[in-house]
């Protein structure tokens, strides 16, 4: 029987140790372009249906050109394309994500990693009252400016809301990272989430809402890069 020095052995571990996941989208040298008819095609960047296409890019608005979501029209127009999560031009990643059933969103993916993240735009249409009180409330409601929240893709393929309260979850294994987190953030955060029993609280202004965007995102990437080596 052939035994391995035990120095040779520890570069061996040390090696596969550091070693990344490179079957993993995010560990890839390159996107694939196609379409991806699930999570798993999309988490290996493997898309099933390559039928060629082009983006069409949605921008924020038009004092600013940040693409932030997008759909497709197939290169070859007789041809069909049913039951799609995602796509991938090659350069960016786009996926299906409506909080109903009956619209179609595709947004554009912000950071790829075990914890992919996307930005969408939420804007709420009321219909109260009768025919012409509908009418009215859905006009004020529809001048009312539309609002931009984040989600995140979990590692196991589910859309969860992406905010102070998730990320502390997500950092509640690493408490270095959670210290610094809540550092940041613990400022007029409710604990309840329903704004009703939260009265007492200050709303946050929109500075303080940036600042606190940004400090989600900081450590959400901070934490993929650790898990991107697991």
Same mark, same amino acid.
């Given at each position: 029987?052939?035994?391995?020095?035990?120095?040779?052995? *520890?570069?061996?571990?040390?090696?596969?140790?550091?070693?990344?996941?490179?079957?993993?989208?995010?560990?890839?040298?390159?996107?694939?372009?196609?379409?991806?008819?699930?999570?798993? #095609?999309?988490?290996?960047?493997?898309?099933?249906?390559?039928?060629?296409?082009?983006?069409?890019?949605?921008?924020?608005?038009?004092?600013?050109? +940040?693409?932030?979501?997008?759909?497709?029209?197939?290169?070859?127009?007789?041809?069909?394309?049913?039951?799609?999560?995602?796509?991938?031009?090659?350069?960016?990643?786009?996926?299906?994500?409506?909080?109903?059933?009956?619209?179609?969103?595709?947004?554009?993916?912000?950071? @790829?990693?075990?914890?992919?993240?996307?930005?969408?735009?939420?804007? #709420? &249409?009321?219909? &109260?009252?009768?025919?012409?009180?509908?009418?009215?409330?859905?006009? *004020?409601?529809?001048?009312?400016?539309?609002?931009?929240?984040?989600?995140? &893709?979990? +590692?196991?393929?589910?859309?969860?809301?992406?905010?102070?309260?998730?990320?502390?979850?997500?950092?509640?294994?690493?408490?270095?990272?959670?210290?610094?987190?809540?550092?940041?953030?613990?400022?007029?955060?409710?604990?309840?989430?329903?704004?009703?029993?939260?009265?007492?609280?200050?709303?946050?202004?929109?500075?303080?809402?940036?600042?606190?965007?940004?400090?989600?995102?900081?450590?959400?990437?901070? @934490?993929?890069? *650790? @898990?991107?080596?697991?």
């Amino acid at each position: 029987m052939k035994f391995i020095s035990l120095p040779i052995a *520890i570069c061996l571990w040390l090696s596969s140790y550091g070693q990344t996941n490179a079957t993993k989208i995010y560990n890839a040298s390159h996107l694939k372009k196609g379409f991806y008819r699930n999570y798993e #095609e999309f988490i290996n960047n493997n898309p099933s249906d390559t039928t060629d296409f082009i983006v069409n890019p949605f921008v924020k608005s038009k004092t600013d050109s +940040t693409v932030f979501g997008g759909d497709y029209t197939l290169v070859d127009s007789t041809k069909k394309i049913h039951h799609v999560w995602g796509f991938c031009d090659g350069t960016d990643v786009f996926v299906n994500y409506s909080e109903s059933p009956f619209v179609k969103h595709f947004w554009k993916l912000l950071g @790829l990693g075990p914890n992919a993240f996307f930005e969408i735009k939420q804007k #709420e &249409i009321f219909f &109260i009252g009768g025919p012409l009180m509908k009418l009215a409330t859905a006009a *004020i409601s529809a001048a009312i400016p539309a609002q931009f929240e984040f989600r995140r &893709i979990n +590692t196991n393929g589910k859309f969860r809301p992406l905010d102070v309260l998730e990320m502390r979850d997500l950092l509640d294994g690493y408490p270095s990272l959670l210290k610094e987190f809540r550092a940041k953030t613990d400022s007029k955060v409710p604990l309840d989430p329903d704004p009703r029993r939260n009265k007492n609280i200050t709303p946050l202004t929109d500075a303080e809402i940036k600042k606190q965007d940004e400090a989600v995102i900081e450590y959400l990437n901070k @934490l993929n890069d *650790i @898990l991107r080596k697991k």
